[in-house]
């Protein structure tokens, strides 16, 4: 992969969600992390930002968690990163 393949500038608005609350995590996660990711969890973050707000939601706050587990290591990725 290389990184063209990764459009920054869409996956940026893709992190503008429909609940404020998925804002305040994602966008600054992907300011913040996204360039330094290796391909893979790039890759991993675009599925992850296929999924439904509510499913999102849900995950990162810690209720459940994707079946998908390479999506499960993406929300504790996140997680981790976004927890004081």
């Known amino acids: 992969m290389t990184e063209q393949r990764f459009n920054e500038k869409r996956i940026r608005w893709t992190c503008r969600r429909g609940m404020l609350e998925l804002d305040v995590i994602l966008i600054p996660f992907f300011e913040r992390y996204f360039s330094s990711m290796d391909d893979e969890l790039k ?19 810690g209720h459940g968690q994707p079946e998908d587990e390479a999506l499960a290591a993406m929300i504790r990725y996140i997680n981790e ?4």
């Open 81 to 84: 990163r976004i927890k004081p």
């Open 43 to 61: 890759a991993t973050f675009v599925r992850l930002l296929e999924e439904a707000d509510p499913d999102l939601f849900n995950w990162l706050m």
